[in-house]
């Protein structure tokens, strides 16, 4: 439990004194016009109180990433608050604080965009295509995921079971992308915030009060879970792509400029997106305690289950163990509501990058129709292969954690450019060695996973080296080009 409370510590300490160095690093401007002010449309460009895009922000970046990924990443042993905690603090929450203020200076402008602002047109094409295979799985996977927790709840779990529930949230996602963002995602956003954070806390409070005998960071930081589904897989890479949301995810960078087209000043931009990445990692390092304690410490008996048990599984038999019958529905409701929160946005990011980039108006119903109905088709027939495939949801969730991850290697590039050409001297490294080590890591389990191209486990650090070294020698030949380059303009 102390390697648990430090960590919690940790990530407090890093808001506010990291924090506060990224947003000296930016520098924004509380007199500069944010884009909900300079042009608003009364659809997406709307500007909200500051507390509720807090909200909205954490509910959208959540899901069930710092959930499952938690749950998932925890039968690995301690070294998951460890990934979480400095992945938090010194990748993700700068990942999403950096777009995030990015669009809000380029007028709301989508990932693709700034992609293309800073790396060039290839890397704005790529970023279009890439970007919206990734926010369609994100959509395919947080319909099933609350669907499995509602079709355990609610009914026997069978797939009929689940393809009811998944039907009925993918009719809500319909009406959430297609009305102005303030009508449904800013009314009850709130209200599922405090479901979630409820969870949260009250799952603290029961680690306290049972003060389990889970595994301490000084008892080790390999592979302690052998017996409980991860014998095959190395920490490093796989750790850093199981755990996701929570630490360092890319599909945030899909949703901040969501927010950043909302927020009224940049001087809540710290707030915003760095807080509230910062919280959702409270909330993965909860579960993640949580998790260490089922499975390592007589928690899953307990709780009327096995070590084999799904994340999903885990989320519902700990909530109704732990909470009771009052407790455990609004913990639950939490875990439902955290996907599909994030499930609604991820088509709703994904109507507007393609807008963007097709230069489409979206002020009218008939224009967002227009976009809306291919992608909606396109989930579908994923949700379809999901719940057909038992284990679709694994193969899924794989494909996504990789795709994720490489996501936000992207993202933390474009930042490193941006740092870099506003000649903020060696700022840069605050976003280039985590999009080093993020290209070393998405590399490596791409090459070894059973996904992609199967190559030998024991060959993990060295591809993984050579991603981080490539990428480093690819950035400084660049950084000399461009240098040489404003050298001989400027004479």
Not at 258 to 283: D, H, N, P, W
Request: aromatic share 14%.
């Amino acid at each position: 439990m102390w390697s648990f409370i430090s960590s919690l510590l940790a990530l407090l300490a890093g808001y506010f004194i990291y924090g506060k160095i990224i947003e000296k690093v930016f520098g924004p401007d509380p007199k500069r016009l944010t884009p909900a002010k300079s042009h608003p449309d009364g659809v997406d460009y709307v500007s909200m109180p500051a507390w509720k895009v807090y909200m909205i922000q954490f509910l959208n970046i959540a899901g069930t990433g710092p959930i499952f990924g938690a749950i998932m990443g925890a039968k690995f042993g301690p070294s998951a608050y460890l990934w979480i905690v400095f992945g938090c603090i010194f990748a993700g929450a700068v990942h999403d604080y950096m777009i995030g203020m990015l669009s809000v200076r380029n007028n709301g402008a989508g990932l693709p965009e700034l992609v293309g602002l800073y790396l060039g047109k290839t890397a704005k094409i790529f970023m279009l295509v890439f970007a919206l295979v990734l926010l369609l799985l994100v959509g395919t996977v947080f319909v099933y995921s609350p669907a499995l927790v509602l079709g355990d709840i609610a009914g026997d779990g069978s797939s009929k079971v689940i393809l009811i529930w998944a039907a009925v949230i993918f009719i809500y996602y319909i009406f959430a992308t297609m009305l102005p963002i303030d009508k449904i995602i800013g009314k009850i956003y709130p209200v599922f915030a405090f479901a979630l954070l409820f969870m949260a806390v009250a799952l603290m409070i029961g680690l306290f009060v049972k003060w389990p005998s889970i595994p301490e960071i000084w008892d080790g930081l390999g592979n302690m879970g052998p017996s409980v589904g991860v014998k095959d897989q190395p920490v490093f890479p796989c750790l850093f792509i199981t755990i996701a949301c929570g630490a360092l995810s890319g599909f945030h960078a899909t949703q901040s400029p969501l927010m950043a087209r909302c927020i009224e000043s940049e001087k809540q931009g710290r707030s915003i997106f760095y807080g509230a990445m910062i919280t959702e990692g409270v909330v993965a390092l909860i579960w993640a305690a949580v998790s260490s304690y089922f499975f390592f410490d007589g928690g899953a008996a307990e709780c009327g289950s096995d070590l084999t048990a799904a994340a999903p599984t885990v989320v519902t038999r700990v909530s109704e163990s732990w909470l009771g019958i009052v407790g455990g529905i609004l913990a639950v409701l939490g875990v439902v509501a955290a996907p599909i929160t994030s499930g609604d946005t991820a088509f709703r990011s994904a109507r507007l990058i393609v807008a963007d980039s097709v230069k489409l108006p979206q002020k009218n119903i008939p224009q967002r129709l227009m976009i809306s109905i291919p992608l909606f088709a396109v989930a579908a027939l994923l949700l379809w292969y999901n719940v057909a495939d038992a284990d679709g949801f694994n193969k899924v969730w794989r494909y996504f954690g990789w795709s994720n991850q490489t996501l936000a290697v992207f993202a933390l590039w474009t930042a490193t450019v941006y740092l870099h050409n506003s000649k903020k001297g060696a700022y840069y490294l605050f976003t280039m060695l985590p999009a080093c080590f993020m290209t070393g890591v998405t590399l490596s389990f791409i090459c070894i996973d059973k996904i992609g191209f199967r190559l030998p486990i024991e060959w993990n650090w060295s591809i993984g080296l050579i991603g981080m070294l490539g990428s480093l020698f690819i950035f400084y030949i660049w950084k000399y080009d461009h240098d040489r380059k404003c050298a001989i303009q400027n004479k």
